[in-house]
Nanobody, 119 residues
């Protein structure tokens, strides 16, 4: 099983910055992919950024140039550095990891951390 610990959410003024962190622990062989999603009330979760085991990253168009996803494989931790935050970035942010154990791929979702950007 995989357990995720998220941190870094909070309240920030427009133009400010936050850094989200997600640490994976438990029993698994490796983590194939780590990603961040976000959701606002009444909307589906949308992908914000993802990073693969090779280090290749992908970003939603709305956050390109402002957000940076990074991965520390030694500690199985993913970070999301969010700069130049806008009120539209307000959402619950969820960490997602795709772990591999004995050839099995298992997705795990974090509980979510609230990010609120005031204008």
């Amino acid at each position: 099983q995989v357990q995720l610990a998220e941190s870094g959410g909070g309240l920030v003024q427009a133009g400010g910055s936050l850094r989200l962190s997600c640490a994976a622990s438990g029993s698994f062989d490796r983590i194939a992919t780590m990603a961040w999603y976000r959701r606002t009330p009444g909307n589906e979760r949308e992908l914000v950024a993802t990073i693969g085991s090779s280090g290749i990253t992908n970003y939603a168009d709305s956050v390109k140039g402002r957000f940076t996803i990074s991965r520390a494989s030694a500690s199985n931790t993913v970070h999301l550095q969010m700069n130049s935050l806008k009120p539209d970035d307000t959402a619950v942010y969820y960490c997602n990891v795709l772990a591999v154990s004995s050839g099995r791929y298992s997705p795990t979702w974090g509980q979510g951390t609230q990010v609120t950007v005031s204008s």
